[in-house]
């Protein structure tokens, strides 16, 4: 048997042993896990694990990758008792495995991913069943997907030819339950069928140490990808059994660090599928057939790439096909030419026009990520429109040859800003459930579970983030009858045996479990019965320093840093600012007055005069119908005058009457960053982190920005001067 193993103590790596606890003389179970830039996964898993080790003696070895993220150090200070191998280079799955299996002491050695979470009862189990089964060399446990569905690769089929090919076609997606079709999977199988199976995922291995050793590790040939079968496949072939427990389970957020659109994953992944093919296959099959085979899997991967290019690509084209065609529209009606004749009368000088006009805006869009993060982001999408028609008028102001009316490109722009504004209000009704990025356009409904003397600093610090769209709905305690009706005036709205009716009731969007109130094996079992939703599960740690997701790790303790010459106050911000306050308000004062001047006029003695402090040395008073609730429209009917008279602004500061300014000469407002968060905010220090951003982050688009979801949500973000008085 070939040998695979490398040197840990080559000049490739270097060790660190575990300081925390003594390195036991016989251990149980030898864990080991390969790390590549998912640290806060991996101090997810440790954290874990911990939970799960029971009285076994354990050791447990971290093999980091070449991590640019400070994985060891960052690890090292978390979990002292664990060995770190640190490679200084890539060293590939199944060869930075190989470093500590050659290490292991172990009667028993797991090898699992770092983007798991174990429930506290799997090292149990996995163990009571390989001891229970001398004639199994490794068994596999469910694996469930982050949304709590089962994750198909829990157990495999060697793949043959024929289940490759039917997984190229695409049949084994398309009849996941088939036992022809879905052969790779096992299609048709029960999840919860305990049984004898051909191949594991590498993602959680559990081998008997001397049988892994005597197998040689994984095959070093196999960077990434494959190297699984091939291990299980050959461990089959020496006369061992391979077992799939349902028992228990673990949760796997798949392959975090990579991404399958990237263009190496693909590569990568086709080439371990057809390197397997080639070392068991290969000698039985014609050359024809080997070519047809290689084929296949070079056609799979490209067209596997194209879709995720596509898909990434037809927001953008979308985009650029809109605006191309408005343009050619606003031509067709300016100079009243016939559908018919436009390709004779639409010169080809102006060609250029429509490439100079996609290729300014495309410019604009990467600058202000409209297909990232701000993919729903109406502001975005109207400065990159913007920006674009600018940039064509200029531009083609100075050549003459490109000449092109002025009034078509100025209906294009504003046709486009309207119709690509619209498209992103219809994606965000559509996206609501779909999108999981905090700190986007949308506010998301969060329920958290876990109440323990960590839940109140956690609700702080959420609360704080000015950037994140968070809206707390209520606590889910993990016990029934808790201790409190709320904590930092989020109630308590009921237990963990209820938490799928309380999603379904208050429409979730995501939920997050708060550690160690709620353990690992109860996150499990509550995602298990959330799989037919659409809430996005993620976990705070102890540690409360981030907060870990599917897709993402948001850092709870970013700290603004702050930034003396405020953008706020420069001189072209206010002027900008000033004309943005007058083109709205002057427009809704002639469509308003003829209704209200009337009343507002007849009933001037019931206004009460308040006395805003706009700084310590400026003082403005606004007259307003009080209780403001019951006088909405007259109200902001009269706000409008003062924005008008320069007394307030559009979007602007709360409306305290008395309030001690924190920020000199801000101007009341109508509407205003903060008076979006406004409910969700009940200490002065978050309020003051709110405004704070406002002022550091300020530019006219921000303003755009808060006027837009202030419409669409329908904030009433004026209500709380009621609660003022």
Not at 71 to 91: E, Q
Not at 641 to 661: E, L
Request: hydrophobic residues 40%; glycine residues 6%.
């Amino acid at each position: 048997m070939q040998d695979h193993f490398m040197n840990p103590d080559s000049e490739n790596s270097g060790i660190t042993k575990g300081a925390g606890d003594s390195q036991p003389d016989h251990v149980d179970i030898s864990i080991i896990i390969v790390n590549y830039n998912v640290k806060e996964f991996a101090a997810n898993l440790l954290e874990s694990l911990q939970k799960a080790k029971n009285n076994f003696r354990l050791e447990t070895f971290v093999v980091d990758n070449a991590s640019s993220d400070g994985s060891v150090s960052y690890l090292k200070r978390r979990y002292p008792h664990v060995t770190y191998i640190g490679n200084r280079d890539n060293a590939g799955f199944g060869k930075a495995n190989n470093q500590a299996i050659r290490l292991a002491k172990g009667t028993y050695t797991l090898l699992i991913n770092p983007d798991t979470i174990v429930r506290q009862d799997t090292l149990v189990e996995m163990f009571r069943h390989m001891e229970e089964h001398p004639e199994t060399a490794a068994a596999g446990c469910k694996m469930l997907n982050p949304d709590g569905t089962f994750a198909h690769e829990s157990r495999r089929s060697v793949p043959t030819p024929m289940t490759a090919l039917w997984k190229i076609l695409g049949l084994t997606r398309l009849f996941p339950r088939s036992k022809r079709f879905s052969a790779y999977y096992l299609g048709g199988e029960d999840e919860n069928k305990q049984g004898r199976v051909p191949v594991l995922s590498g993602a959680f291995m559990f081998f008997r140490t001397d049988v892994l050793k005597e197998a040689g590790g994984f095959d070093e040939q196999f960077f990434m990808y494959g190297e699984d079968i091939d291990l299980c496949y050959r461990v089959r072939q020496m006369g061992w059994e391979i077992d799939y427990v349902p028992e228990t389970s673990i949760i796997h957020y798949k392959g975090e660090s990579t991404k399958k659109e990237n263009l190496d994953y693909v590569v990568t992944f086709n080439k371990a599928m057809y390197q397997f093919f080639r070392k068991h296959y290969g000698f039985g099959y014609t050359l024809f057939f080997r070519i047809f085979i290689l084929s296949g899997i070079v056609l799979k991967g490209v067209i596997s790439y194209l879709s995720t290019v596509i898909r990434k690509l037809g927001q953008p084209i979308t985009d650029l096909v809109l605006l191309n065609i408005l343009m050619i529209l606003f031509f067709i009606w300016r100079y009243e030419i016939p559908p018919t004749a436009i390709t004779s009368m639409y010169h080809i000088q102006y060609l250029f026009v429509n490439l100079l006009l996609s290729v300014i805006f495309i410019g604009s869009a990467v600058y202000y990520d409209l297909y990232g993060k701000n993919r729903f982001s109406i502001p975005a999408a109207i400065k990159s429109t913007i920006i674009a028609f600018t940039g064509v008028v200029v531009i083609t102001f100075f050549l003459r040859d490109f000449a092109f009316s002025r009034l078509i490109l100025l209906l294009s722009c504003i046709a486009g800003v309207l119709i690509l504004s619209i498209i992103r209000l219809v994606q965000i009704n559509l996206s609501r459930k779909a999108t999981n990025i905090p700190g986007s356009f949308l506010e998301r409904k969060v329920l958290l579970v876990g109440l323990n003397d960590k839940t109140a600093q956690l609700i702080r610090k959420i609360r704080s983030r000015a950037d994140w769209r968070y809206r707390l709905v209520g606590l889910v305690a993990q016990d029934p009858d808790p201790d409190v009706d709320e904590i930092e005036n989020v109630p308590v709205i009921g237990d963990r045996r209820s938490i799928l009716q309380l999603v379904r009731y208050h429409e979730a969007d995501e939920i997050i479990f708060i550690l160690p109130a709620v353990d690992h094996d109860q996150i499990l079992r509550i995602i298990s019965e959330l799989r037919d939703t659409s809430v996005y599960p993620r976990i705070v740690p102890d540690s409360l320093d981030y907060i870990v997701g599917k897709t993402n790790v948001d850092y709870l303790d970013d700290i603004p840093v702050m930034d003396i010459n405020l953008p706020y106050f420069s001189r072209w911000n206010l002027f900008l600012k000033r004309i943005m306050d007058l083109s709205v308000s002057l427009p809704l004062l002639i469509l308003l007055t003829p209704v209200l001047l009337l009343p507002v006029l007849i009933h001037r003695n019931k206004r009460t005069p308040l006395r805003i402090l706009v700084s310590d040395a400026l003082t403005h008073t606004i007259s307003l119908f009080l209780p403001y609730g019951s006088h909405k429209w007259k109200n902001r009917y009269l706000l409008l005058w003062h924005v008008v008279a320069g007394r307030a602004s559009i979007v602007g500061a709360p409306i305290v009457p008395d309030r001690k300014p924190r920020f000199a000469n801000v101007k009341p407002g109508l509407t205003g960053f903060r008076q979006l968060s406004e409910n969700r905010l009940y200490h002065e220090d978050e309020k003051q982190m709110h405004e704070l951003y406002y002022l550091q982050n300020y530019s006219i688009w921000l303003d755009l920005d808060v006027l837009v979801k202030t419409l669409i949500y329908r904030h009433s973000t004026l209500e709380g001067i009621d609660r003022q008085q």
